[in-house]
């Protein structure tokens, strides 16, 4: 098998022979600004400043700053091989598809598009409560499913029910997001995209869901998204609830937004299969600890009994390398993938996809490392 990094030379050859270049930047941490020609001032205040001021958005990219690479030499890194197999499901990276809701924001083929890109790739993605296309209509070889719990809980059950029937084989349970957080750009727009039934596709698609209502979504459409933002919120979910899920869920339980080590040695103790360690892009506390700050001591504490992937910040594939050697397993892909779809739908996340994988490869590569699990915490210093 050829390894990532090859995807280099083909873009000098296209560029070289064939007077071809890539129409989006090879540069990921350059894709936002690309991406804003694109989008309407809407979908760009939605999708990119977080919340509050910014500063935990900001923090999850400066954090990746002051952790360095330690390249080693004369290692003999010809072969590599990022193949792995997490919480059942093989990849040929350690890179999944994170859940992003709303995905018709950036591209109207929204998450159809990005499914199909990941499974161009080998990739799993990761279908979001709150997409823009129901799960049934995903397309994907392999597929994960977040959950927001609606407080409704024959909705949770009919969403898990759903999910298991379409093939979707580990759960997500998102903790952070137990209601919207503070985001300015937003509320200064008076804009929220669920509010139009936008990003609603699985509630509306769902017979529990249009049990509950008085009149069919085709009749009262304002009434079923009023009916969405009454069941939405929940934050009072406690730890006792979990084993709801353990019942009606067979596969591999993952919670998705935990920053404390405390949290992390619950999630284990609750018997969880594996966590995510995030804070939703900065999306959700602001002021809140960057991600990456928060993974060495959660990876140390839980990482023998659970598997601890990341997010938050990642846009590089050396920011993924840095991740994996500070414990992640795995680390799933936000804003980038999103701002690909937005500059060219399933190509552009594509595009995306693999200048990751090939700066991943390489940054393995150039380090000394035939394999990402060779990386470890003599891997980086702090800078
Ligand atoms: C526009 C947008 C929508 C998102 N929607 C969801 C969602 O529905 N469920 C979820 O668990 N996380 C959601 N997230 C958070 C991502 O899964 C991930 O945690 C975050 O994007 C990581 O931060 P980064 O994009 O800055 O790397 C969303 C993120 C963005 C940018
Ligand atoms: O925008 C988000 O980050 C998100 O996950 C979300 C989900 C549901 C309602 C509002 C926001």
């Known amino acids: 098998m050829a390894n990532y990094g090859d995807h280099q030379l083909s873009i000098y050859l296209q560029g070289m022979f064939q007077n071809t270049r890539p129409e989006i930047t090879t540069d990921l941490s350059r894709l936002e600004s690309q991406a804003a020609a694109n989008l309407t001032a809407e979908a760009m205040g939605y999708i990119v400043p977080s919340a509050g001021s910014g500063s935990t958005a900001r923090a999850n990219l400066a954090a990746f700053d002051r952790w360095r690479l330690v390249p080693r030499m004369l290692r003999g890194s010809t072969e590599r ?38 499974s161009a790739l080998g990739l799993t993605y990761t279908h979001s409560t709150q997409a823009s296309h129901s799960f049934e209509q995903i397309e994907a070889d392999s597929k994960w499913y977040q959950l927001y719990w609606p407080t409704d809980k024959d909705v949770c059950l009919s969403f898990l029910q759903r999910a298991k029937a379409s093939g979707y084989s580990v759960l997500l349970l998102t903790l952070d997001t137990g209601t919207i957080g503070w985001r300015p750009a937003d509320l200064d727009r008076g804009f929220l995209p669920f509010l139009k039934g936008e990003g609603l596709a699985n509630y509306f698609s769902d017979p529990a869901f249009q049990a509950k209502l008085a009149k069919p979504i085709a009749e ?19 730890w006792d609830e979990l084993s709801f899920l353990r019942d009606n869920w067979d596969g591999p339980i993952v919670l998705k937004g935990i920053t404390s080590v405390d949290d992390a040695k619950l999630a ?64 799933l892909l936000g804003r980038p993938f999103l701002y690909g779809l937005a500059l060219a739908g399933q190509a552009g996340v594509e595009h995306v996809l693999r200048c990751l994988l090939a700066e991943l490869d390489l940054t393995l590569a150039l380090s000394g490392y035939a394999n990402h699990r060779e990386l470890n915490r003599d891997s980086v210093k702090p800078a």
């Open 81 to 118: 091989d990022l193949s792995c197999t997490i919480l059942g499901t093989k990849m040929p990276a350690p890179v999944v598809i994170a859940p992003v809701g709303v995905q018709t924001l950036a591209h109207p083929e929204g998450e159809l598009a990005t499914a199909r890109a990941a």
């Open 268 to 331: 284990a103790e609750h018997g969880v299969d594996g966590i995510v360690v995030s804070n939703h892009g900065g999306r959700q506390v602001d002021g809140a600890i960057a991600a990456l700050d928060a993974l060495p001591a959660i990876a140390d504490t839980v990482g023998e009994q659970v598997t601890v992937l990341f997010d938050s910040g990642i846009r590089t594939g050396s920011d993924a390398a840095k991740a994996l050697a500070l414990g992640a397993k795995a680390i």
């Open 220 to 238: 009262d459409p304002t009434a079923a998204v009023m009916h969405w933002a009454q069941m939405f919120p929940n934050v009072g979910l406690g």
